[in-house]
C-alpha cells in the first residue's frame, strides 16, 4: 500500500479479509519442519489421542503466522512496530481460517504517524481461535 493510501487509512476501516484452505495433515507436517516445532501433539495422531484429543491440531504460531500475513500483504513488514496475539481456542483439521482485521485508533509515537490494527482468527463455524493486535507505522 502507497504511503497516499496509508495517510488516509481511518479508524474503523478493515483489512481485506485473507481466507486460508482448511488445515490438514500436510500444512502441520510442512509448518512443522518450516518453524522447528515438531511436537508431536501436532504430527502424531496416536499421541494426540493419548493425550485427550480426538486428533493432532493445528500450532497456535502457525495461526499467527498466518495474521502476519494478513499484515504483510497490508502494509511492507517494515512498517510492523508491535504484533501479539492472546490463544482462545484449537484449531482443528478441517478448520477453514479467515483472518480479519480493523483498525481501532490512529496516534503518534516516537515522531511517526502510527494506527493500531485488532486482528483475529475465525474458523468457518464463526468460532474465534486467535485474538490480537499489531502497531502500525504510516
Given at each position: 500500500?502507497?504511503?497516499?493510501?496509508?495517510?488516509?487509512?481511518?479508524?474503523?476501516?478493515?483489512?481485506?479479509?485473507?481466507?486460508?484452505?482448511?488445515?490438514?495433515?500436510?500444512?502441520?507436517?510442512?509448518?512443522?519442519?518450516?518453524?522447528?516445532?515438531?511436537?508431536?501433539?501436532?504430527?502424531?495422531?496416536?499421541?494426540?489421542?493419548?493425550?485427550?484429543?480426538?486428533?493432532?491440531?493445528?500450532?497456535?504460531?502457525?495461526?499467527?503466522?498466518?495474521?502476519?500475513?494478513?499484515?504483510?500483504?497490508?502494509?511492507?513488514?517494515?512498517?510492523?512496530?508491535?504484533?501479539?496475539?492472546?490463544?482462545?481456542?484449537?484449531?482443528?483439521?478441517?478448520?477453514?481460517?479467515?483472518?480479519?482485521?480493523?483498525?481501532?485508533e490512529r496516534f503518534e509515537?516516537?515522531?511517526?504517524?502510527?494506527?493500531?490494527?485488532?486482528?483475529?482468527?475465525?474458523?468457518?463455524?464463526?468460532?474465534?481461535?486467535?485474538?490480537?493486535d499489531a502497531v502500525i507505522?504510516?
Amino acid at each position: 500500500m502507497n504511503a497516499t493510501c496509508l495517510e488516509a487509512i481511518k479508524v474503523g476501516e478493515s483489512l481485506p479479509p485473507l481466507a486460508l484452505p482448511a488445515i490438514n495433515r500436510t500444512t502441520l507436517a510442512l509448518f512443522a519442519g518450516a518453524s522447528g516445532d515438531h511436537n508431536a501433539i501436532h504430527i502424531d495422531t496416536d499421541y494426540a489421542r493419548k493425550a485427550g484429543m480426538p486428533d493432532v491440531f493445528a500450532h497456535g504460531m502457525l495461526s499467527m503466522a498466518y495474521l502476519g500475513r494478513l499484515l504483510t500483504q497490508w502494509v511492507d513488514q517494515r512498517q510492523l512496530r508491535e504484533f501479539g496475539v492472546r490463544f482462545l481456542g484449537i484449531t482443528h483439521l478441517g478448520h477453514q481460517i479467515t483472518c480479519t482485521g480493523v483498525v481501532v485508533e490512529r496516534f503518534e509515537a516516537q515522531g511517526e504517524q502510527r494506527i493500531k490494527v485488532e486482528v483475529r482468527t475465525t474458523n468457518q463455524y464463526g468460532e474465534t481461535k486467535i485474538v490480537g493486535d499489531a502497531v502500525i507505522a504510516l
